[in-house]
């Protein structure tokens, strides 16, 4: 069981990355990259949200849409739960540090239609995971999702110190390294999480 569970949380964090293999999430990747503290808040509030939202829809689709016959309004619910902690994460983060709230503007209120999350949250249902299998997956995504946005935040800090192209300056430098880190997350697929660790 503990072995299932690390193949799946270092298969979400690294080889499935929901940000640069399943290109999930790619608005706040480019949006809320520019500083590191920025991109550091980001993902510690999508960690939270993708972690405790997946296991409240986990409970939501075995508990009461499946046993009511009602896995229609799936996505309805799903996005109710998701904009209900994204409230809570809003109100905790102006309450304690109204800098970062201040600095994440309005892409603090997206993460409520970020699709990383809901897209986790539909993973999690479509591969049939039991709750535990939940949790790592939703905690595996999270950390993935925040190690691509500080690497993608420490690379574009750096560039703007560099003498980039006046046309490549911006949005289509971000892009270009936007690309150049997916291939590098490619490489990971190569590699058979089990024989990684010796499982």
Aim: glycine content about 10%.
């Amino acid at each position: 069981m503990a072995s299932e569970l690390i193949v799946i949380f270092v298969g979400a964090a690294l080889i499935n990355n929901v940000v640069l293999m399943q290109f999930l999430g790619i608005c706040p990747l480019l949006g809320v990259s520019r500083t590191l503290s920025m991109a550091k808040g980001m993902g510690a509030a999508v960690i939270f949200v993708m972690a405790i939202s997946s296991m409240v829809t986990w409970g939501l689709q075995h508990y009461v849409l499946e046993p009511m016959s009602i896995e229609y309004m799936q996505t309805v619910a799903f996005i109710l739960v998701i904009a209900t902690l994204v409230q809570f994460v809003e109100m905790v983060m102006l309450r304690y540090s109204p800098a970062l709230y201040r600095a994440l503007g309005v892409y603090l209120p997206l993460i409520t239609t970020n699709c990383a999350i809901m897209g986790v949250a539909l993973l999690n249902i479509r591969d049939n995971y039991g709750f535990i299998e939940t949790v790592s997956h939703a905690v595996g995504s999270g950390l993935g999702f925040i190690l691509a946005i500080i690497l993608f935040a420490g690379i574009r800090e750096r560039l703007e110190r560099a003498d980039v192209p006046a046309p490549m300056r911006g949005t289509p430098i971000a892009l270009v390294v936007a690309a150049l880190l997916s291939m590098a997350f490619m490489g990971f697929a190569g590699f058979g999480v089990a024989d990684m660790f010796g499982l």
